[in-house]
């Protein structure tokens, strides 16, 4: 404080013998004889220069005013750039419709010609808030290469730390930044960090569409190799009517570094917030026709966005091993209003993602099957039509969380393949079916766990019923009593089949009695499952003899009906109808006596 009183006093001092036409002072001047005011001089030279400095303040050079900052601004998107002195650098974009962003605004006012920040940033669990912070002008870029090279305003107290200059300037007058910078003294390691918050006035009409605020910069493309040679950050590609094929683009035709190949795939690598979009009303194809890849393949990027694409194989059906579209790690994924199509073995492969939204698409002709996920996170497929589709199991879960269809339609899929399920999962995945519909599918066995359905329709699909059997929930003797009236109606469907068609082989005949023993023996061994937790312990082990003597009898009269043809083809027949029989009365004795 003293030395800046001291200057003080000279600058005023100068600028008063000047503004007199006097001279400069001399080299060694005399001290003053009169020193009896010297303290209401100094305070009042300081005054003065305070009062000087707020009067630069409220203006600066430039087109941009710096009253335009005065207002509430609400936070945007924003950039962080790191370099590593190994030579690295690493970007990263946090955007306001990302379901993990900040939560800030700022608000400018002027009091007189001083202007005044208040800060909020809330982020996860850590919340700032800083009320009162002036604002000190700079008449220099916020940093290297800002857009506006004219001037800044820098946070002081309390915000400002030792190693981080937090500081505002404006864009174009609806557009504030806040800026915050840090970088390493160490001779032996170097890191430079930028943070770059970019923020909107508060009800901003750009944030009725926050998804275009992703994109900084909007191309039209008419051929694959400008789609290829498009992609890049913060970027919404807009595709002609035509057809792209992109395995016709050779690699010396292709400059940029957002393509890297993963084995053999051309994928796009590190890319975030990308648009790639047919354009409206036009018809666009996105192909390849090389059997082993994915068609799009992204790895390692955030919000990439597809929209009104056909997208497929251009390959004879089954000879494909490449997916429709591929995605690892990659948080939020949306594809819309898409139709994808094999021979591609899954219309979508996600491995290790999250946040993914498929709206109002139509997924058909997979060879493996409609969808696979491993270690997904909050899926949405929503108003989609799956169909068409062969093989292994349709739907392949694999150690995901909140995977939601809703208003969605299966329909002529075919999982039949031996140890295939239509929805194959693993033991603590959360599947939920909402309002869809099951139609015309074939499959042995809708699902290895339990999945949870919602108002959904299933209707002319050929299973095995004990398979659904074995896996409905039971709650209480209820749900057994439903499970025994619709083993019953089964039952019917099988026997109308055996005695209305006459075409029938004996290979099938046998099928089917295997197929009413099996439906018989799951039932009885969920009612007896439940049986042996709800009775009590005397009363159980007397009905456990008498089933153990059931057991015995069931079984000698099984053996003694298939030695009437022993070794023949219909023998097989003979036993299975045989326990078949047996098993039904028996459960129907259990249910009226214990459950009803």
Same mark, same amino acid.
């Given at each position: 404080?003293?030395?800046?009183?001291?200057?003080?006093?000279?600058?005023?001092?100068?600028?008063?013998?000047?503004?007199?036409?006097?001279?400069?002072?001399?080299?060694?001047?005399?001290?003053?004889?009169?020193?009896?005011?010297?303290?209401?001089? =100094?305070?009042?030279?300081?005054? @003065?220069?305070?009062?000087?400095?707020?009067?630069?303040?409220?203006?600066?050079?430039?087109?941009?005013?710096?009253?335009?900052?005065?207002?509430?601004?609400?936070?945007?998107?924003?950039?962080?750039?790191?370099?590593?002195?190994?030579?690295?650098?690493?970007?990263?974009?946090?955007?306001?419709?990302?379901?993990? &962003?900040?939560?800030?605004?700022?608000?400018?006012?002027?009091?007189?010609?001083?202007?005044?920040?208040?800060?909020?940033?809330?982020?996860?669990?850590?919340?700032?808030?800083?009320?009162?912070?002036?604002?000190? +002008?700079?008449?220099?870029? /916020?940093?290297?290469?800002?857009?506006?090279?004219?001037?800044?305003? =820098?946070?002081?107290?309390?915000?400002? /730390?030792?190693?981080?200059?937090?500081?505002?300037?404006?864009?174009?007058?609806?557009?504030?930044?806040?800026?915050?910078?840090?970088?390493?003294?160490?001779?032996?390691?170097?890191?430079?960090?930028?943070?770059?918050?970019?923020?909107?006035?508060?009800?901003?009409?750009?944030?009725?569409?926050?998804?275009?605020?992703?994109?900084?910069?909007?191309?039209?493309?008419?051929?694959?190799?400008?789609?290829?040679?498009?992609?890049?950050?913060?970027?919404?590609?807009? !595709?002609?009517?035509?057809?792209?094929?992109?395995?016709?683009?050779?690699?010396?035709?292709?400059?940029?570094?957002?393509?890297?190949?993963?084995?053999?795939?051309? *994928?796009?690598?590190?890319?975030?917030?990308? &648009?790639?979009?047919?354009?409206?009303?036009?018809?666009?194809?996105?192909?390849?026709?090389?059997?082993?890849?994915?068609?799009?393949?992204?790895?390692?990027?955030?919000?990439?966005?597809?929209?009104?694409?056909?997208?497929?194989?251009?390959?004879?059906?089954?000879?494909?091993?490449?997916?429709?579209?591929?995605?690892?790690?990659?948080?939020?994924?949306?594809?819309?209003?898409?139709?994808?199509?094999?021979?591609?073995?899954?219309?979508?492969? /996600?491995?290790?993602?999250?946040?993914?939204?498929?709206?109002?698409?139509?997924?058909?002709?997979?060879?493996?099957?409609?969808?696979?996920?491993?270690?997904?996170?909050? /899926?949405?497929?929503?108003?989609?039509?799956?169909?068409?589709?062969?093989?292994?199991?349709?739907?392949?879960?694999?150690?995901?969380?909140?995977?939601?269809?809703?208003?969605?339609?299966?329909?002529?899929?075919?999982?039949?393949?031996?140890?295939?399920?239509?929805?194959?999962?693993?033991?603590?995945?959360?599947?939920?079916?909402? @309002?869809?519909?099951?139609?015309?599918?074939?499959?042995?066995?809708?699902?290895?766990?339990?999945?949870?359905?919602?108002? &959904?329709?299933?209707?002319?699909?050929?299973?095995?019923?004990?398979?659904?059997?074995?896996?409905?929930?039971?709650?209480?003797?209820?749900?057994?009593?439903?499970?025994?009236?619709?083993?019953?109606?089964?039952?019917?469907?099988?026997?109308?089949?055996? *005695?209305?068609?006459? *075409? +029938?082989?004996?290979?099938?005949?046998?099928?089917?009695?295997?197929?009413?023993?099996? !439906?018989?023996?799951?039932?009885?061994?969920?009612?007896?499952?439940?049986?042996?937790?709800?009775?009590?312990?005397?009363?159980?082990?007397?009905?456990?003899?008498?089933?153990?003597?059931?057991?015995?009898?069931?079984?000698?009269?099984? @053996?003694?009906?298939?030695?009437?043809?022993?070794?023949?083809?219909?023998?097989?027949?003979?036993?299975?109808?045989?326990?078949?029989?047996?098993?039904?009365?028996?459960? *129907?004795? +259990?249910?009226?006596?214990?459950?009803?």
């Amino acid at each position: 404080m003293k030395k800046r009183v001291i200057l003080a006093i000279v600058t005023v001092a100068m600028l008063a013998m000047t503004g007199c036409g006097g001279n400069a002072p001399a080299e060694n001047p005399e001290p003053a004889e009169n020193t009896e005011n010297t303290e209401q001089d =100094e305070s009042n030279a300081e005054a @003065k220069v305070d009062e000087s400095k707020e009067e630069d303040q409220s203006q600066a050079s430039g087109d941009i005013s710096l009253d335009a900052m005065v207002g509430e601004w609400e936070f945007a998107y924003s950039l962080d750039h790191s370099d590593y002195s190994e030579g690295d650098s690493y970007d990263y974009y946090t955007m306001c419709d990302d379901p993990y &962003c900040p939560e800030s605004a700022i608000r400018v006012q002027k009091e007189g010609n001083q202007y005044i920040a208040d800060y909020r940033y809330a982020f996860y669990e850590s919340e700032y808030r800083y009320y009162g912070n002036k604002l000190s +002008l700079k008449e220099e870029p /916020a940093y290297k290469d800002c857009p506006n090279k004219d001037w800044y305003m =820098e946070m002081e107290e309390p915000i400002k /730390a030792d190693d981080v200059s937090r500081r505002i300037t404006m864009l174009d007058d609806e557009t504030l930044i806040e800026t915050e910078e840090y970088e390493t003294t160490d001779e032996d390691y170097y890191f430079h960090s930028l943070s770059v918050k970019t923020y909107f006035k508060k009800d901003s009409p750009k944030f009725e569409n926050k998804e275009e605020i992703r994109y900084f910069d909007t191309v039209t493309v008419s051929t694959a190799e400008e789609l290829l040679n498009s992609i890049k950050n913060n970027t919404k590609i807009i !595709l002609e009517e035509g057809h792209y094929d992109l395995t016709a683009v050779p690699e010396s035709a292709i400059n940029n570094d957002a393509l890297k190949y993963e084995i053999s795939a051309r *994928t796009v690598t590190g890319i975030s917030n990308l &648009c790639i979009e047919g354009k409206e009303g036009a018809k666009v194809s996105v192909t390849i026709s090389d059997p082993y890849d994915a068609v799009l393949s992204f790895q390692d990027g955030n919000n990439i966005v597809l929209r009104n694409l056909t997208v497929g194989h251009e390959v004879e059906p089954g000879y494909c091993s490449g997916s429709v579209l591929y995605y690892s790690g990659v948080s939020g994924i949306k594809v819309d209003k898409c139709n994808l199509y094999g021979s591609g073995t899954y219309g979508i492969d /996600a491995y290790s993602c999250s946040y993914m939204d498929v709206t109002d698409c139509d997924i058909y002709e997979c060879t493996y099957g409609l969808l696979s996920f491993s270690g997904v996170s909050t /899926a949405h497929i929503n108003n989609c039509t799956l169909r068409d589709s062969r093989e292994y199991s349709m739907l392949s879960i694999d150690s995901c969380y909140d995977i939601t269809f809703e208003d969605c339609t299966f329909k002529n899929n075919e999982s039949t393949n031996e140890g295939s399920y239509f929805v194959q999962m693993s033991e603590y995945d959360d599947i939920t079916f909402k @309002k869809c519909s099951f139609t015309d599918n074939k499959y042995n066995i809708f699902s290895n766990y339990e999945v949870k359905m919602e108002d &959904c329709q299933i209707e002319n699909n050929i299973a095995k019923y004990s398979d659904i059997i074995s896996t409905q929930k039971v709650d209480d003797a209820s749900d057994l009593v439903a499970m025994y009236e619709q083993a019953k109606e089964k039952q019917d469907e099988m026997d109308k089949r055996i *005695t209305e068609d006459a *075409t +029938l082989d004996q290979v099938t005949l046998n099928s089917i009695s295997y197929e009413s023993f099996d !439906l018989w023996d799951t039932l009885l061994n969920r009612i007896w499952a439940y049986l042996g937790n709800t009775m009590d312990e005397s009363s159980f082990e007397s009905l456990s003899a008498s089933q153990k003597e059931w057991v015995q009898n069931k079984e000698a009269a099984r @053996k003694a009906a298939g030695s009437e043809a022993e070794g023949g083809s219909m023998q097989p027949m003979l036993e299975n109808s045989t326990a078949a029989d047996w098993t039904r009365k028996r459960v *129907t004795f +259990l249910v009226e006596k214990y459950l009803k």
